[in-house]
Nanobody
């Protein structure tokens, strides 16, 4: 199973982008879907997560600006990013976690660049 992310690109500060991620095959017992990002010289960090129970979790830096959504059964996850800032520039990775047996899947990443 591979995760394919899309939707990244170059946008001006204050603009919006929508990232999408889909699994190439079925992932049964999917527990959590999420987005991480890694900026140059920094560690990969969690941006947003969505659980099978419908709970969401956001990094403080994106709270109120980003919104995660998805379909657990269809293995698809989205990230709507509004009011983008230069500090949001990073490679964004989608992530899916299968509950049992526990397996973590990663997408290849999509570049988001925010210009001033």
């Amino acid at each position: 199973v591979q995760l394919q992310a899309s939707g990244g690109g170059l946008v001006q500060a204050g603009g919006s982008l929508r990232l999408s991620c889909a699994a190439s095959g079925n992932i049964f017992n999917l527990d959590t879907m999420g987005w991480y990002r890694q900026a140059p010289g920094k560690q990969r960090e969690l941006v947003a997560a969505l659980t099978s129970a419908g709970n969401t979790n956001y990094a403080d830096s994106v709270q109120g600006r980003f919104a995660i959504s998805g379909d657990i059964a269809k293995n698809m996850v989205f990230l709507q990013m509004n009011s983008l800032k230069r500090e949001d520039t990073a490679v964004y990775y989608c992530n899916m976690i299968r509950a049992f047996p526990r397996v973590q899947y990663w997408g290849e990443g999509t570049q988001v660049t925010v210009s001033s």
